[in-house]
């Protein structure tokens, strides 16, 4: 348990230096826009993960670029989990992909997320994709967002792509919509993730 706890403290050191020292000319395939971008708050104590698989969101509500932007929602989202109506300890997600594919970073990969649904999110890597895609499709800019930064962080956390999956498949919810989760039924998104760690490695 302390060999675990101290693993932990230390892989929380890096990612964060990491993160710190990222911006988006350094990532490739994707435009990563950081915490300080966003404007993000400062985030409350967390309970500490190793990522161990990926699970796909989808942000849930009708996402319209011409009303209001992704950094926006970002920062509205946050602050009403970490408000008393969730309380919280950061926005749940460790990244958000807009409709024109930016990736947002958001908690910290070593910190567990939080859900509103009834499934434990310990170790699992949550990537979400603004929109409601029960409503809305994906644009091939996510998609294509989605792939690159999902193989990144398998090679990354030495995650199975077999191991991803989608919200649905550990609760009983709609998420993340039958328009995106359909790329999971299919077979398409793992394939193309399968894909693309073969020409990173």
């Keep these: 348990m302390k060999i675990k706890t101290h693993f932990l403290f230390i892989a929380l050191f890096f990612s964060s230096t990491f993160f710190a020292c990222t911006s988006s000319k350094e990532i490739t395939d994707y435009n990563f826009i950081s915490r300080e971008e966003w404007n993000a708050l400062d985030a409350k104590p967390f309970n500490l993960q190793v990522p161990e ?64 649904t009834d499934y434990d999110p310990s170790g699992h890597l949550l990537v979400s ?51 995106l989760y359909k790329y999971l039924e299919n077979g398409e998104l793992i394939n193309a993730v399968k894909k693309r760690i073969s020409k990173l490695k």
């Design 53 to 116: 698989r990926i699970t796909i969101h989808h942000e849930g509500t009708v996402f319209d670029p011409e009303k209001r932007t992704a950094a926006t929602s970002l920062k509205n989202i946050q602050s009403w989990g970490m408000g008393n109506a969730r309380n919280w300890s950061d926005i749940p997600y460790h990244f958000i992909i807009d409709f024109e594919g930016n990736v947002f970073e958001g908690r910290n990969p070593f910190t567990k997320g939080e859900t509103a």
């Design 129 to 179: 994709c603004f929109g409601n895609f029960e409503e809305q499709l994906l644009t091939e800019k996510q998609f294509n967002s989605l792939v690159n930064l999902i193989s990144e962080m398998c090679l990354r956390f030495d995650i199975a792509p077999e191991t991803i999956k989608g919200h649905k498949d550990f609760t009983t919810t709609l998420c993340p919509g039958k328009n």
